[in-house]
Each structure stands twice: as structure tokens, then as C-alpha cells.
């Protein structure tokens, strides 16, 4: 009988705190094995009903590609309430497919310091603080603590124009010059980093940059 490992538990915390769902690829580096003993391990944790699946659209006529979440079992060994496991499954399973791959790709980001740095907090856009406690005009995708520093994080995939950019990029600002930053996170550094698509994209984004407090880089050479 196989036994759950240090890397499975791992897995179930990640997606229990800090991420909705999870791509294959995405748990192959939580679980650190080959591809094939990637697909082997979560076919053997759906079918101990630790994780689950909801499939996404590759068109508008064929579900194919899968994302995972816990299931009931995960999610009970997570601590979790049982009685949240239905509405926590349906939030997953109805949640509109089009912002999906910008959530995965901030989920890409928390991996990264999940899973090389020493966390101590990360505070995720859908978090009630940003609207009911820290509400400055940007709902950032993330805010992120970790051994070295602090951070809020911004995933650009080139969607948004210059100006929208812009604006967003101000309100960061005036958080910071109104002293409010330094009352909600006493003690903390000031930091923006912005995650793109191109070096040329980057060069955009500068232009229309109001200090040097904001840190650009490539999705591909940050991962």
C-alpha cells in the first residue's frame, strides 16, 4: 500500500493556503519526480480521493486539459472544516475559465518562493483584507513575505494598456507617500515586482514607471 509522503502533505498545504487549483506541470514541481511518476502519483491520489479535478476548455467544444484541488479526503487531512468541502468544490468548478490563466500564472509565482525561499506570509488578491482592511485603490495579485524582504506582486501578460499600468503604478506610489503602507506593514520594505512577458515589454512598462521601487522581469527568467 502506498503511504503519503513529506512532498504529498506539501501539496495538500499549498493548495489548502495558498492555491485554488494546480496544472500537472505545477505539481510535478511540488512533487519533484519525472513526468510519467507525476501522472502515476496522481492517479493513485485521485483514487484516494485526496485530490480532485475540474477540466478546462481547450475550445469553446472540448474540455481537456485538467486542473487539480483537494478532494475530500486532502481537504479533510488539510484540517479543514468538513462542512466548507461542498462549497469550496463548487466555487472551484464554477469559476469563469477566462481569468484562469492569469491565476495560474501568479500561482506559478507563489510556487517559486513557496518552494525557494522561507515564507512567512503571502496575502493573495482574492484575500477580504485588500477591500475590507487595506483598500488603497489596487487589488495587487499578491503581497508576499519571505526571508529577505517583502513584496507586492503584479503578473503582466500584456493585456492591459500602458495607461491602465500607469494608474495602477500611481496608486502604489501615493499608498507608500501617505504613510499608510508603513501603518498596515510597519517594519516592511516597499517593493513592486512585475512580472512580463518581454524584455521589449518591459522596456514599455519603464516609461510610464514613477520610481525605482518597481522591479521588472521576465515570467521565464524569474521561474
Known sequence: MRQ????????????????????????????????????????????????????????????QTPVYYLGEVGWRMSGKPM????????????????PMDHMLSIYDVFLKFILEAAIKRIIASEDVLWKEAIDFGNVPDA???????EAFIEVDRNTERRIVLRKK??????????????????????LVLVLTTTEERIASLEQVTPSGEFWFCTMDEFL
Open 83 to 98: 462542512g466548507q468541502y461542498k462549497r469550496y468544490r463548487v466555487q472551484i468548478e464554477q469559476r469563469p475559465e477566462r
Open 169 to 190: 503604478f500611481e496608486k502604489y506610489m501615493a499608498f507608500k507617500d501617505s504613510g499608510r503602507y508603513r501603518s498596515v506593514f510597519p517594519n516592511c520594505s516597499f
Open 4 to 63: 503519503l509522503q513529506a512532498q504529498h502533505v506539501l501539496l495538500f498545504r499549498i493548495l489548502r493556503d495558498h492555491c485554488s487549483f494546480l496544472t500537472r506541470r505545477q505539481i510535478q514541481r511540488v512533487l519533484t519526480l519525472t513526468t510519467s511518476g507525476t501522472t502515476k502519483a496522481l492517479q493513485w491520489l485521485m483514487a484516494e480521493h485526496y485530490l480532485d479535478r475540474r477540466y478546462r476548455a481547450d475550445t469553446f467544444r472540448i474540455f
Open 143 to 149: 503581497w508576499i513575505q519571505f526571508d529577505g524582504g
